[in-house]
């Protein structure tokens, strides 16, 4: 309740009708208490956000991250807003985030170190490859996955729908006469996978034969000579899936500097969302992913889990994806002749 004070013993007790004896007994482990009874205690006292025996001492999560997820600050600033989620939800609980750049078997050593530390209470995992992932999984702490999955679901995860988001663009472009969509990416991240599936599932059987566009690295320059590429090489597409926004402007650039109009020669979507894209000439038509909440989320998985091995409350990993939402602005626009 907004401007209640903590939640008591007493209040657990009120609630489920027993005494606070019982409930003290249960949280604390002196004494006997019917182990069915005990768990519903603390699975209330979860619930009521009570602090259980053993939460007190950790409050420091470790941001476990590929050099790759930091220079991402520069080009697509994706992760830019998902930490920024993730800090601000930190703050919110007294949590310290410190970072990790797991590089080499000696950063991998030295994680093992700082996971073993009374004051970690886990790890949140950015961008990490499945490697790390193996090494993770090994260590028997809490950790969510960032924007990512675990194939093997080992791992709790928190992710953006990227199957959807793509299936969102490319419906959208169907709706508007386009059969033959192109699909831009730089294919290596599970995410963008996801991605590359949600394009096809729209596609069905249009999408055999019609392009799959790989571009050398997620930045506007890279898609530019991709697109020009494609152009110069025959291809033809009368829309373009982007799987950044990022790429989404270089494609548009491309086309321009060609002479092609966006969207009445070839429409372009992209997948991120990102505040810049209302900007461009024309507004870029994106898939909004709630990126920030990706970050803040991560970090109420992480602390729940930690909450619920301490209670003794069994629970397997979770994958949790957050739905996108589609930005209608100028830059897709119905097929020719249409």
């Not at 209640?4 to 606070?20: E, F, H, W, Y």
């Not at 604390?28 to 603390?42: C, D, F, T």
């Not at 995992?125 to 093997?152: M, Q, T």
């Not at 970090?299 to 909450?307: A, I, M, Q, S």
């Amino acid at each position: 309740m907004a401007g209640s004070s903590r939640p008591r013993i007493s209040d657990i007790a009120q609630k489920l009708g027993v005494s606070t004896a019982t409930v003290s007994r249960a949280l604390s482990g002196n004494g006997y208490v019917r182990e069915s009874l005990a768990a519903k205690i603390r699975s209330a006292a979860i619930e009521m956000n009570y602090a259980l025996p053993g939460m007190a001492p950790g409050k420091k999560a470790l941001l476990v991250s590929s050099q790759e997820a930091m220079i991402d600050f520069k080009r697509s600033q994706f992760t830019m807003y998902v930490l920024e989620g993730l800090q601000e939800r930190a703050d919110a609980r007294d949590i310290d985030l410190e970072t990790h750049i797991c590089q080499g078997d000696k950063a991998m050593e030295q994680l093992r170190v700082a996971a073993a530390s009374e004051e970690v209470i886990g790890l949140l995992l950015v961008s990490v490859d499945d490697h790390v992932l193996d090494f993770v999984r090994g260590l028997n702490i809490p950790a969510v996955l960032v924007n990512g999955d675990d194939p093997e679901m080992c791992l709790s995860s928190v992710t953006p729908c990227n199957r959807s988001a793509a299936t969102l663009a490319s419906r959208h472009l169907m709706r508007l006469g386009h059969e033959r969509i192109a699909f831009l990416s730089r294919p290596g991240r599970r995410t963008i996978t996801r991605r590359l599936e949600g394009w096809r599932d729209a596609l069905g059987p249009m999408a055999e034969g019609v392009l799959e566009l790989d571009v050398e690295d997620w930045t506007a320059e890279a898609a530019a000579a991709r697109i020009n590429q494609a152009l110069d090489e025959g291809q033809q597409f009368t829309a373009i899936v982007a799987a950044a926004d990022i790429l989404a402007a270089g494609a548009i650039q491309a086309l321009q500097s060609r002479g092609l109009r966006v969207p009445d020669d070839i429409s372009v979507v992209g997948i991120d969302g990102l505040p810049q894209g209302q900007y461009m000439s024309p507004a870029l038509t994106s898939v909004r992913i709630p990126m920030q909440a990706v970050g803040s989320l991560s970090l109420d998985l992480l602390v729940e889990t930690v909450k619920l091995r301490a209670a003794g409350v069994p629970m397997p990993s979770r994958r949790i994806e957050l739905a996108c939402e589609l930005l209608h602005r100028a830059s897709a626009g119905p097929a020719a002749g249409r």
